[in-house]
């Protein structure tokens, strides 16, 4: 089976392609070779590539820079998404969309289900949950897999930060009260894959919106306290640097965050036996791939 792999270029869409399975052809353009939010590339682009199934790892994902660059992140977010949609439909194809826990208020206090109420709380999260339903709406086979905290060896993101900061400074504070689940692009990109090979044997798609996040959930502080553990025990740092837990009230930035953004996997595990990765171990091999460069 063929596969477009659009946003080929970043965290997931990277993995998604080098985890490729045997059995898939795969043509991976990032947003130079294919911008989704122009409808004439995505229609010429699908009707050339003729794929059987198109995975979307292409999303404006700055949270921060969103709020002053909103036009750019709805267009990308939603309008993107939008016109996958159309020219999958054309086809007759499905589509597999990455979204994220940012679509949630941020305020409950037990796990997000899939059926709870949205209430995103800046640009980032409400953009995307437009690309959810502007998917929905368009296309009648797709599956959107929300997920939250990615990290991985390619890309930025928090384990990068963290060891960077940790080997320029002897202390570091690290916001204590946001709680959610960091999630690896590897595990993302092979819980995809999974489906992707669902539907390649039966023809079949368990449509609609599912969660995938690593567990056990934690906060930003407990994160950064188990990357520098582990990273010390790599010889990745010197010596780990002082951390202070600090409230999000002390670390004031131009998007609001969700305090609570732990979700609920288990409809995804009962549709099809994939489980929620631990993100611990998946912490130790990205620092073992780190090490390696």
Known sequence: MRVLITGAGGQVGYELSRLA??????LGLDSAALDITDLGQVQSAVAW??????INAAAYT???????????????????????????KGLEIPVLH?????????????????????????????SKLAGENALAAACSRYLVLRTSWVFGAH?????????RLGNE?????????????????VSIATALWKLAEMYRIRQELPRGVYHFS?????SWFEFAEEIFRQAE???QVQQCPQLSAITTADYPTPAKRPAWSVMDCSKLEKASGIVPPCWKEDLRDVLIELSKR
């Open 21 to 26: 399975p045997a059995e898939f052809e795969v």
């Open 49 to 54: 590539i003729q794929p059987g199934l198109i």
């Open 62 to 88: 700055a949270v921060d820079k969103a709020e002053s660059d909103a036009e750019r992140a709805w267009a990308v977010n939603q309008d993107g998404v939008a016109n996958l949609a159309t020219a999958a």
């Open 98 to 126: 990455i979204s994220t826990d940012y679509v949630f208020a941020g305020d409950a206090d037990t796990p997000y289900s899939e059926t709870d109420p949205t209430g995103p709380t800046g640009v980032y999260g409400a």
């Open 155 to 163: 890309g930025n993101n928090f384990v990068k930060t963290m060891l």
């Open 169 to 185: 400074r002897d202390s570091l504070s690290v916001v204590a009260d946001q709680q959610g689940g960091p999630t690896s692009a």
């Open 214 to 218: 690593g567990t056990p959930y934690c």
């Open 233 to 235: 025990s790599l010889g």
